[in-house]
């Protein structure tokens, strides 16, 4: 099996390489200035970009700016001290990360650079209509805080809708029994397809 090699971006050459990978599998343009500010950490297979994620740990959080005045006032979230929240965006893995248990690899470090982050919130946003990061999202047992179309600056590129919630640092490590779970599905649904294929070859 190939190799995974976890490391820190902070080159402008791989900020903007990484910023270009989100975009061609998001749809969305992340501003630069946004991804200096936190931490970018890619996956690697044979020093090729694979996967990936930010961190960003300090006030400055994308998700919250989609979420509307009236929720912030009244939302008890909003009473804590922002210092105390981070939120993960960026988030990508290409094809070449071909199996689940390699995929579950990125997760297990994420969860890992979440927890080691030592914030007692998390911040979760996605595509509202992105079935599998809700699916990934439920998982860690979040509670909402908006869904539906975001404010946006003119000219700004992002999801037509929009999903946020937020979920704890120890939400995060307690629940993974569930990611395991969610691996031994995925490789049993890969198996499947996999003997699927090997049918229709062999019937043709």
């Given at each position: 099996?190939?190799?995974l090699?976890?490391?820190?971006?902070?080159?402008?050459?791989?900020?903007?390489?990484?910023?270009?990978?989100?975009?061609?599998?998001?749809?969305?343009?992340?501003?630069?200035?946004?991804?200096?500010?936190?931490?970018?950490v890619?996956?690697?297979?044979?020093?090729?970009?694979?996967?990936?994620?930010?961190?960003?740990?300090?006030?400055?959080?994308?998700?919250?700016?989609?979420?509307?005045?009236?929720?912030?006032?009244?939302?008890?979230?909003?009473?804590?001290?922002?210092?105390?929240?981070?939120?993960?965006?960026?988030?990508?893995?290409?094809?070449?990360?071909?199996?689940?248990?390699?995929?579950?690899?990125?997760?297990?470090?994420?969860?890992?650079?979440?927890?080691?982050?030592?914030?007692?919130?998390?911040?979760?946003?996605?595509?509202?209509?992105?079935?599998?990061?809700?699916?990934?999202?439920?998982?860690?047992?979040?509670?909402?805080?908006y869904?539906?179309k975001?404010?946006?600056?003119?000219?700004?590129?992002?999801?037509?809708?929009?999903?946020?919630?937020y979920?704890?640092?120890?939400?995060?490590?307690?629940?993974?029994?569930?990611?395991?779970?969610?691996?031994?599905?995925?490789?049993?649904?890969?198996?499947?397809?996999?003997?699927?294929?090997?049918?229709?070859?062999?019937?043709?």
């Open positions: 099996m190939e190799k090699k976890f490391r820190t971006i902070s080159s402008n050459q791989e900020t903007n390489l990484f910023l270009k990978k989100i975009e061609n599998h998001t749809e969305v343009r992340l501003p630069l200035n946004y991804a200096t500010n936190g931490k970018i890619g996956v690697f297979i044979h020093k090729q970009l694979v996967a990936g994620y930010m961190l960003i740990t300090k006030p400055g959080f994308r998700s919250l700016l989609f979420v509307p005045e009236k929720i912030k006032n009244s939302h008890r979230l909003f009473l804590k001290d922002q210092y105390e929240m981070m939120e993960v965006n960026g988030l990508w893995i290409s094809p070449t990360v071909k199996t689940p248990h390699m995929q579950y690899k990125i997760w297990i470090n994420l969860v890992k650079d979440i927890f080691f982050s030592r914030k007692k919130y998390l911040l979760l946003m996605c595509d509202a209509n992105n079935k599998t990061i809700e699916h990934i999202h439920s998982l860690t047992s979040p509670e909402p805080l869904e539906g975001p404010n946006i600056m003119a000219g700004e590129k992002t999801h037509t809708s929009i999903r946020v919630s979920t704890t640092r120890w939400n995060i490590v307690l629940n993974i029994p569930k990611y395991w779970m969610e691996l031994k599905s995925r490789e049993r649904r890969a198996k499947e397809s996999a003997r699927q294929r090997d049918l229709a070859r062999t019937s043709t």
